[in-house]
């Protein structure tokens, strides 16, 4: 059976030198170091010293100090234990083994075990009778309380609320200006120009009533946090899975590729075979015809060599005559053409390009918005209401990332709420994450795959966030002006668009410089800012009845300003294809209408028979999928051939 661990293991301990608490002190996360670890912390903390606060060895959160202008040494001594920490100490902590133990503490340092009979809760001591009577004629310790010590009580008496400052004085007072309990010489001395000082037994029910209710922040907080858990853990279980079955995938990928080797192998060894075949058989071919000729030769050699040797004119003469008919077709020449040769091209640079640029997906067709004839067919609908929103989500835009895998992260301005919402659809199973932002989020430009920014002009703010898919805060970038349009011009550069001025595009560092200003003609106010594959700007405004695309040094290249049917009524959101079309939401007219990439009308893409209230933000993924926020929905549409 395990042995129960005791308090101070636990709870008792300072982190710094994993000791008992000497003198402890908690600070305002609620981490508790005795005062002298704390002390000699601090004082190698020079930023912290600078910044006139206390940071926190563990978390590193500042705490701030009462009086700035005092020493270090003194924002340390103010510093005082929390109430749970100082009942455990009262409990378990240094001295309480005597009081256990019913040994006086007096005479334990005497060497003697004399049993104690009284305890003073000033000096926090128990006394035999002996000692007892000398602690009570002491000039400063005859009026402090003492309680008696009997078979049945050990120890379980109250505390007294002694000041920090003056140990020997119970505390009486709390400052409300300095938030802090003090005791009357505290208030005549440090606190006397304070305007806001009563009395404990005022403020008692009040703290405990402040307390109260940050317990009951602190379990929803836990109760938050433990759904937190159990969504990620369920989220960690299906990334391994996804994990897996992308591993399978190109496993089984690269054993398709390696038989497509391995056959292309076989047939160049069965072309080798074959033309070598080929050219051994007419090589055999001309070896059985040169012999032919070679036995014609001999034959020849013989009979004239026989005709020569004889002596027989007549013979002479008979082989001389048929030697002038058969001598020319009888030369030793070899007119026949050389045999072939097996020659094997084989070109490694262009091989090994080829390996490179070898990709292990899949390849499909997909039928874009762009694809002559194709229409639109409602994919799935992402509804982005929760339990405890206060109002309807007002979704102001949406983009989508693929991180570092194939699933896709759909991250969503919710304007009213001031939050980012992503959702992560591994395996088509939808998990979703928030970031509370300080004002309302407008539009959302994407950085790369895994990283965006996006404009909080209520707040004079562009934040950036990496999501992963949990959307995790990187920078907050301070501007001058109130921007809601946003978008990337280039790793470096983001395209803002400002309100009422007469520059109303502004291109900023990443630090929030204005590097120049762009005039955008007939748009004073933009509403949204896109980016287009040869670096241009569209913008749009709500208010206007134009959208227009200029360079990104200012110079037009379009002014769209369609009348009668076709007339812009509240343009907002704005996309491109991967030709280059432009898509441009109509919040009024409850469509998303299409463009050339010059600016000349298409067609209606989507409009209100399809599902569209009040469109606010486009997008397309990579694979041809549009996303819409319509209401509290984002509606997501996949486009298919007639």
């Known amino acids: 059976m395990a042995t129960a661990k005791k308090p101070t293991e636990n709870h008792l301990t300072c982190v710094i030198c994993t000791e008992v608490f000497t003198d402890p002190a908690t600070l305002q996360c609620h981490h508790t170091f005795c005062k002298s670890c704390l002390l000699k912390y601090t004082s190698t903390q020079p930023e912290a010293v600078q910044a006139k606060s206390i940071p926190c060895p563990s978390c590193r959160q500042q705490t701030n100090v009462t009086n700035p202008d005092s020493p270090v040494e003194e924002w340390v001594s103010q510093l005082k234990p929390s109430h749970v920490i100082q009942g455990l100490m009262d409990d378990f902590g240094p001295g309480t083994k005597a009081v256990e133990e019913h040994v006086c503490s007096v005479c334990t340092k005497q060497g003697k075990t004399t049993p104690a009979t009284s305890w003073c809760s000033v ?110 853990k369920s989220t960690i279980q299906d990334v391994k899975s996804n994990s897996q079955t992308f591993k399978d995938q190109v496993m089984k990928t690269r054993d398709t590729v390696m038989r497509a080797i391995i056959r292309k192998e076989k047939q160049l060894l069965h072309d080798i075979d074959k033309a070598t075949d080929e050219q051994l058989h007419e090589l055999q071919a001309d070896i059985q015809s040169q012999e032919i000729d070679l036995q014609m030769y001999q034959q020849q050699y013989d009979f004239t060599a026989n005709a020569v ?70 994919h799935h609908t992402i509804d982005c209401k929760e339990d405890v929103d206060g109002e309807d989500p007002y979704l102001y835009d949406v983009t989508v990332l693929t991180g570092d895998s194939s699933a896709k992260m759909m991250v969503v301005a919710d304007y009213d709420n001031k ?31 895994s990283q ?128 280059g079309d432009i898509l441009l939401v109509g919040y009024d007219s409850h469509k998303v209408i299409q463009l050339t990439e010059s600016g000349q009308f298409v067609r209606a893409v989507l409009t209100q028979q399809d599902g569209l209230i009040c469109p606010r933000g486009v997008c397309l993924d990579a694979d041809g999928l549009l996303y819409v926020t319509s209401g509290r929905y984002v509606k997501v549409f996949k486009f298919c051939p007639r």
Request: hydrophobic letters at 35%; one cysteine or more; aromatic letters at 6%.
């Open 123 to 232: 000096c926090d001591v128990v006394y035999c009778e002996g000692c007892l009577q000398l602690h009570n004629v002491m000039p400063g310790l005859c009026d402090h309380e003492v309680a008696h010590l009997s078979d049945h009580t050990k120890t379980k008496v109250k505390h007294r609320f002694m000041c920090q400052v003056h140990r020997d004085k119970p505390t009486e007072l709390f400052c409300k200006d300095c938030k802090q309990a003090i005791c009357t010489i505290c208030c005549s001395i440090k606190h006397r120009a304070c305007k806001d000082v009563d009395t404990i037994e005022s403020m008692t029910p009040l703290v405990k009533e402040q307390l109260t209710s940050k317990i009951e922040r602190l379990r929803i907080n836990m109760a938050a946090r433990n759904n937190n858990i159990t969504r990620r």
């Open 309 to 378: 040797t004889s002596n027989c004119e007549m013979d002479m003469y008979a082989v001389y005559e048929s030697m002038g008919e058969t001598f020319t077709e009888n030369r030793d020449t070899d007119n026949r053409p050389a045999a072939g040769r097996v020659v094997l091209t084989h070109d490694l640079d262009k091989l090994s390009q080829a390996v490179d640029e070898l990709q292990l997906g899949e390849v499909q067709v997909v039928h874009g918005v762009s694809h002559p004839g194709s229409f639109p067919v409602l």
């Open 419 to 449: 939050r980012l919402l992503t959702y992560y659809t591994p395996n088509f199973k939808s998990f979703h994450y928030q970031l509370k932002c300080s004002n309302g989020p407008w539009q959302i430009a994407k950085l790369s795959e």
């Open 452 to 579: 965006i920014a996006v404009s909080v002009p209520d707040s004079k703010e562009i934040v950036t966030v990496n999501v992963t898919p949990f959307p995790e805060l990187l920078s907050i970038i301070k501007t001058s002006k109130q921007y809601y349009a946003l978008a990337s011009l280039s790793p470096s550069q983001l395209a803002t668009g400002t309100y009422k001025q007469s520059h109303s595009v502004d291109i900023l560092d990443m630090t929030g410089r204005i590097l120049r200003s762009i005039n955008t003609g007939v748009i004073g106010s933009p509403d949204f800012i896109h980016v287009t594959r040869n670096n241009n700007l569209i913008v749009s405004e709500r208010d206007g009845k134009s959208l227009v695309c200029v360079t990104s040094e200012g110079d037009a290249v379009f002014t769209y300003t369609p009348t009668g049917d076709r007339a812009l009524s509240y343009p907002l959101g704005i996309t491109t294809t991967s030709t």
